[in-house]
Nanobody
C-alpha cells in the first residue's frame, strides 16, 4: 500500500536550519507530483511547497520563498524540504503529500496520499 514517511523534524532556534525527508513507497513516485503542507495548532493545513514529477518545476508559498527549497530524488523515491532561516511562525506539523498527476497543485484536496507528519518547533 502507499506509504509516505516523514522524518527530520525537531526543535531548533530561530535562524537555524532543518532538512525534512519523505520516503515514499507503494506508488510510482517518479511520475507523481509531490507537495509539502503544514498545520499549526488551531489553524488550517496550509500549502508550503510543491514539485513536479521531474523536479524541474517547483513552487513555494510567499512566506517561505528564499528560505525553503523543495527537491526530490526519484531514484530513492524521496522528497526533501530544506528549511533555512527558520522563524517561530514556521512551527507546525509538516506533512508530505502525493498526487496521482505529474503537475503539482497548491490545494490539499488535490493530493490523494498523505504522511503522518513530523513536528517542527522553532524557539525564539
Amino acid at each position: 500500500q502507499v506509504q509516505l514517511v516523514e522524518s527530520g523534524g525537531g526543535l531548533v532556534q530561530a535562524g537555524g536550519s532543518l532538512r525534512l525527508s519523505c520516503a515514499a513507497s507503494g506508488f510510482p513516485f517518479s511520475t507523481n507530483a509531490m507537495g509539502w503542507f503544514r498545520q499549526a495548532p488551531g489553524k488550517e493545513r496550509e500549502f508550503v511547497a510543491a514539485i513536479s514529477w521531474s523536479g524541474l518545476s517547483t513552487y513555494n508559498t510567499d512566506s517561505v520563498k528564499g528560505r525553503f527549497t523543495v527537491s526530490r530524488d526519484n531514484a530513492k523515491s524521496t522528497l526533501y524540504l530544506q528549511m533555512n532561516s527558520l522563524r517561530p511562525e514556521d512551527t507546525a506539523v509538516y506533512y508530505c503529500a502525493a498526487r496521482t498527476k505529474a503537475r503539482f497543485d497548491t490545494t490539499p484536496n488535490a493530493y490523494e496520499y498523505w504522511g503522518q507528519g513530523t513536528q517542527v518547533t522553532i524557539s525564539s
